[in-house]
């Protein structure tokens, strides 16, 4: 789950990591003069809170000298279409900005941590050359990228944190600071669960070190153990996707037209690498889990139903812990209350298997049994397919 930057930043103030003055984030106009008295003196900065990096370059980010400039950047920028280079050719609407108090930038050092699979711990990245061009420095000059890899549990260390700010070129003065804000990230990278923590740029400033942008991601699997992070919406969800986590079933919206209800993920990528495999494209997966039940069932029938990519749907059971009649029983009972649009194919296997088809096929529901995956995914993708006529 990818947090906005204001979202982070205020995270990381209270664990001690300074940060520009905030004076809040707006989402219309009206709210910028309030926003800038907060915010303290001038210049000011306006930050568009997308959650996509490279604004900067794309025109995300705007300093103002005035108010009266402020403002008609703040016009601006409510409600444009920004395309950077992270956003894939896409344009992202900007909702909302974030409005900061400039501060005197003496250097911009880029910190992150992340996780490094093949050490199978996290890891430090960092240069001494942060801000806009560290793709390109990254690509260009990847010797000017510092590695070092953190024990997770003990830490960033005294020692690496100061030999982490000598490699950096950090003035003298403010190396303490620094190790002090370095060792506050990484210990916020283990506490909270995070996939990715990125300071681009921390700053030297006259004082020490702060955190000038903040991109984070935590581990969704890990939500649990932070009510106070779980609290926070999960931005790139989308309506049924939300749905879906409500009623605790596992979703994401894809772009195919076939609409899929399988139990277990394992076997839920396999039938869409099938499909795939049949020429068709899957809408979803969907994972019903191995308790799928009657109301389960009914729910997830329902979300792919709603998805109006959907033009056939794909059942796909393999009956271990869950049984085969039941979950016939389970879509007899979900159509018997929503009506079913498109073509249904449902394949079966494993535990009461005979009883299952048996009450489908008594139901008088116009289902396409498939004996086999191969058979139901290509049924489906003929299904699914747009009458020839
Ligand atoms: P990104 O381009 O999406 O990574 O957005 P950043 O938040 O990193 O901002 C891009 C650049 O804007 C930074 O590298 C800074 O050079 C500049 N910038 C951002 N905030 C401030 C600020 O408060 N004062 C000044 N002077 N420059 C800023
Ligand atoms: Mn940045």
């Not at 916020?188 to 300071?199: A, G, K, V, W, Y």
């Not at 986590?245 to 772009?255: T, V």
């Not at 690498?273 to 019903?288: E, K, M, Q």
């Amino acid at each position: 789950m990818k947090l906005f930057e204001h979202e982070a930043k205020d995270i990381l103030k209270v664990r001690g990591v300074p940060v520009p003055p905030n004076g809040g984030v707006i989402k219309t106009a009206a709210q910028l003069s309030a926003a800038l008295k907060r915010a303290g003196k001038a210049p000011w900065v306006l930050k568009a809170q997308v959650l996509a990096g490279g604004r900067g370059k794309a025109g995300g980010i705007k300093l103002a000298k005035t108010p009266n400039e402020a403002k008609s950047m703040a016009k601006a920028m409510l409600g444009m279409d920004l395309i950077t280079h992270q956003t894939h050719g896409q344009a992202i609407k900007v909702k909302e900005l974030l409005i900061e108090g400039g501060v005197k930038i003496e250097r911009e050092l880029y910190f992150s941590v992340v996780m490094d699979r093949k050490a199978a711990a996290p890891t430090i990245i960092a240069s001494a050359q942060g801000g806009m061009e560290i793709e390109s420095l990254a690509a260009d000059h990847p010797e000017a990228l510092i590695r070092m890899s953190v024990d997770p549990n003990v830490g960033l260390r005294d020692f690496a944190a100061r030999r982490l700010a000598f490699a950096l070129d950090v003035p003298n003065d403010r190396v303490g600071d620094f190790c002090r804000v370095a060792k506050i990230l990484v210990k916020s990278f283990l506490d909270l669960d995070c996939t990715m923590l990125e300071i681009n740029p921390l700053i030297i400033t006259p004082k020490g070190a702060m955190a000038l942008d903040a991109k984070v991601s935590i581990d969704d699997n890990a939500l649990y153990r932070h009510p106070e992070l779980a609290k926070i919406p999960d931005h790139e969800a989308s309506a049924l996707e939300l749905e879906a986590k409500k009623a605790d079933i596992s979703y994401i919206g894809l772009d195919g037209t076939i609409g899929c209800m399988v139990n277990g993920a394992g076997l839920a990528m396999g039938t869409m690498d099938t499909i795939a495999l049949a020429g068709g494209s899957p809408a979803n997966f969907l994972d019903v889990g191995g308790g799928a039940d009657e109301e389960r069932v009914t729910r997830a029938l329902k979300i792919i139903l709603k998805d109006r990519k959907v033009k056939a749907i794909l059942i796909n059971i393999f009956g271990g812990i869950v049984k085969c009649d039941m979950i016939a029983s389970g879509v007899v009972a979900a159509l018997a209350k929503i009506k079913l649009k498109v073509p249904l194919v449902v394949r079966l296997q494993g535990t009461n298997v005979e009883k299952g088809q048996e009450i489908l096929a008594k139901s008088g529901i116009p289902v396409i049994l498939a004996d086999d995956l191969w058979a139901a995914a290509q049924k489906a993708v003929l299904a699914a397919k747009p009458a020839a006529k």
